[in-house]
């Protein structure tokens, strides 16, 4: 029965007579000349023989393994004939083979030697042989070597001789001859061993009596001693170092030495000693640098000046009470190095004289003084120990400015 209501969601199309409908059994007849040629099924259920399609029936999936024909072998002595395409080619008789065989075999030659062998020398041929060379050689060689090396250490020392002191012609070997001021100090032996126990007695004292034995012009020092004095506080086995220096020399118109080391609390010291008699003494003012005054009292413009003890050094400071044309100008060091006052010597005058003396040679090995007045060479570290005697200075000099007024010697120890 055919619907007459027409159903908006069906979506299939409408059919017609003229469609032609099958089921799944087989695939759709394709119309023929004379008509519409009806699937199987519904020929089958009208009562109707099937009919023959002019097309084979499809015989759907087939699985088939196919192996590849066999070739059959050739017969020996055949040539085998392959065609491709409408070509024919045609493959030359096949020959047996056969082992490789050399045609000619060449025998190896036997080596011979020579009858006089050729002497080789190289590494591949003597590659892992020791030479032996003859005794002669290495010693020949040994001795040139030595003579070689002694040429040398000749030619070098006189070479350095001959910058040294291009004038000297040969070397000399003359005594040394100490000066009568100095004897009786050797630069080592005795006398400074008993410096070295000296030194020790001094710095272990506690008392101003355990001092006094050791010092030089002991009665004279005991008042100054037993106000100034100041133990070095030592330990009881306390000795100077091994690099403590001993010195001699005759500066200041007597002999005496030096020894120079640190104190336990390891600043430095310096401790001057000379002879009386035959006994070894402590110069204590030399030691200690002491003098009429201090320099704190100097620095302050106060008192009448006296003999200091100090370093001196020339120096280019004036004022309009010290003019450059009428006096000479030197710094004067506190021994310590810590304070310092302003010395003048009036030109002409024997202090003058004599400071000018003192740091002339110095002065000569400057090249830049050379040509210059003394009073105007500067000489860099040129400082001397020396005793001064100090006056005061003229009015309107500053309170560090004093008068020079003689200059007693070199270095601190007294005549």
Not at 26 to 41: D, F, N, T, W, Y
Not at 169 to 182: A, K
Not at 306 to 331: C, Q
Request: aromatic share 6%.
């Amino acid at each position: 029965m055919a619907a007459t209501l027409h159903d908006p969601n069906n979506h299939a199309p409408p059919v017609s007579p003229a469609d032609v409908w099958d089921d799944a059994g087989g695939p759709a007849e394709s119309r023929g000349p004379g008509g519409v040629i009806l699937p199987h099924k519904r020929r089958a259920a009208q009562g109707q023989a099937p009919a023959k399609s002019r097309t084979p029936e499809p015989l759907g999936l087939r699985i088939e393994v196919r192996s590849p024909a066999r070739i059959a072998a050739p017969a020996a002595g055949c040539a085998t004939i392959t065609e491709y395409g409408t070509e024919v080619v045609r493959l030359e008789q096949t020959l047996d083979e056969q082992p490789f065989q050399a045609a000619n075999v060449i025998p190896a030659m036997e080596l011979t030697k020579r009858e006089a062998p050729r002497e080789l020398h190289g590494e591949g041929q003597d590659w892992g042989k020791a030479h032996h060379h003859p005794m002669r050689w290495l010693v020949a060689a040994g001795a040139s070597a030595a003579v070689l090396l002694v040429a040398a250490l000749a030619g070098q020392k006189l070479y350095l001789t001959t910058q040294k002191n291009p004038r000297a012609v040969h070397l000399e070997l003359v005594d040394e001859v100490m000066p009568e001021e100095v004897k009786g100090f050797e630069i080592d032996g005795a006398c400074e061993a008993s410096a070295r126990s000296m030194v020790a007695a001094y710095a272990k004292a506690r008392t101003p009596a355990e001092v006094l034995p050791l010092l030089r012009e002991a009665a004279r020092l005991t008042p100054r001693l037993t106000r100034d004095w100041q133990p070095w506080q030592a330990p009881a086995d306390w000795q100077p170092a091994r690099e403590a220096v001993w010195s001699v020399t005759a500066e200041g118109g007597r002999g005496h030495g030096t020894l120079r080391g640190r104190k336990p609390d390891f600043t430095p010291f310096q401790v001057c000693f000379i002879r009386e008699g035959d006994a070894l003494r402590i110069d204590w003012e030399a030691t200690e640098g002491l003098g009429d005054t201090d320099f704190a009292t100097l620095q302050k413009g106060r008192g009448t000046g006296g003999i200091i003890r100090a370093y001196v050094a020339p120096e280019s400071f004036y004022s309009l009470t010290f003019p450059e044309t009428e006096y000479h100008s030197y710094k004067v060091l506190a021994p310590d190095r810590e304070q310092v006052v302003w010395g003048y010597a009036k030109a002409g005058s024997a202090a003058a004289v004599a400071l000018l003396k003192v740091f002339e040679a110095a002065a000569q090995g400057d090249e830049a003084n050379v040509g210059q007045p003394i009073a105007q060479r500067q000489v860099s570290g040129a400082e001397q120990a020396m005793s001064l005697r100090l006056s005061p200075a003229p009015e309107g000099a500053q309170k560090n400015q004093w008068l020079i007024g003689e200059m007693l010697h070199i270095d601190w120890v007294s005549p």
